[in-house]
């Protein structure tokens, strides 16, 4: 019986610790306050994950398109500046929640994702190239 217990306080204290952290370098922000992050960021770095045929029917202004399921993932990002912020979006977020956990392993400090990808920043109305 005390192992039992034992054993349960063990169990439950470590699955409360997983899921209390939260990494204090990515921020997930709802779409206006991404549009504002990247206009008062001076030459933003602006990461879109999503295919390069979703990135050809629309995309953040300035975004460069870095291809989370592509095989050159890691290599294509890791030429940003990993000291400067970047901003990251996918379509809906799923994306780019991996890519950001994957952006933060490569040592980038200070990563805004796109709460709702860019699903949401459409429907907000905000600026978007076709180029």
Known sequence: MKFRSIFFLLVSLAIVSCTGQTSKNIQTIEAKDFAEKINTTQNPQILDVRTPEEFT?????????????????????????????????????????????????????????????????????????TD
């Open 57 to 129: 029917e629309g995309h953040i202004d300035n975004a460069a398109n870095v291809n989370w399921l592509g095989h050159r993932f890691v290599v294509e990002a890791g030429k940003f500046d990993k000291t400067k912020p970047v901003f990251v979006y996918c379509k809906s977020g799923g994306r780019s929640k991996k890519a950001t956990e994957k952006l933060q392993e490569l040592g980038f400090k200070n990563i805004y994702e796109l709460e709702g990808g860019f699903m949401k920043w459409s429907a907000e109305g905000l600026n978007k190239s």
